[in-house]
């Protein structure tokens, strides 16, 4: 039963235009959302967060939105830059426990 | 310091075999944790210290087995594994201090397990 979804497993976009990657979840009591970037060889990085008690979240170029009704969230980068390329997982957890992972989605930014 | 090193990052080891992954992080962080990623997949998670106690344990068979020598270091101990156990093995650590501080954690550069 896969709790953390994420549909595209890869998604490719022009340098500066806005990257949107999207999460779906199942389970209503998870109460904080993670994504995290991957880069081959490396471990994951954690890139921004989200308290379910709020919609939005903005860290520079990167902004999580987080739809509880839809049980939806998705990051948007914007400017998309080359460096962006990366795998990137979406977590969530409920009361802090353990993190939840999707099955990631490959980012590809062109020049 | 925001790393956290793991050692190995490469082990190809035969199915009689006894070998140790080792992971170590100097932020104070009290909870550590280790994750399993089979390729393609999503992490997932194994076991988690926390205060160098194990506080959860994801029905792991015993061919594996944790410890955490201090607040620092954490070990996973593999003795007889099957070639399905050939994997990324990645140690996380976060503060641990409960709220969100179980799940923001950092990751390290994984070791990449093959049982022949």
């Known amino acids: 039963d896969q709790q953390v979804k994420q549909n595209s497993p890869s998604l490719s976009v022009q340098e500066g235009r806005i990257s949107i990657l999207n999460c779906d979840y199942t389970n209503s009591m998870f109460d904080y959302f993670l994504w995290y970037k991957k880069y081959p060889a490396e471990g994951p990085t954690f890139l921004i967060s989200?308290?379910?008690?709020?919609d939005k979240n903005e860290d520079g170029r990167f902004t999580v939105f987080l739809n509880k009704s839809a049980k939806h969230l998705s990051l948007h980068i914007v400017p998309s830059q080359p460096g962006d390329s990366a795998v990137y997982f979406c977590?969530?957890?409920?009361?802090?426990?353990?993190?939840?992972f999707g099955q990631g989605t490959r980012l590809t930014i062109n020049p | 310091d925001t790393e956290v090193t793991q050692t190995p990052k490469h082990l190809v080891m035969g199915m009689t075999n006894k070998k140790s992954l080792k992971c170590e992080q100097h932020?104070?962080?009290?909870?550590m944790y280790w994750y399993k990623q089979k390729a393609k997949k999503p992490p997932e998670l194994m076991f988690v210290?926390?205060?160098?106690?194990?506080?959860i344990n994801e029905s792991v068979p015993s061919r594996f087995s944790p410890e955490c020598p201090n607040s620092s270091l954490l070990n996973l101990h593999l003795h007889a594994l099957q070639p399905e156990d050939s994997a990324l093995y990645l140690c996380?650590?976060?503060?641990?201090?409960?709220?969100?501080?179980?799940?923001?954690?950092?990751f390290g550069q994984g070791t990449r397990l093959t049982v022949v």
């Open positions: 977590a969530a957890s409920v009361a802090a426990q353990k993190l939840v």
């Open positions: 996380a650590s976060s503060q641990g201090r409960g709220g969100r501080g179980h799940t923001e954690a950092f």
């Open positions: 210290y926390s205060y160098e106690k194990l506080s």
């Open positions: 989200i308290s379910s008690i709020k």
């Open positions: 932020m104070g962080h009290r909870a």
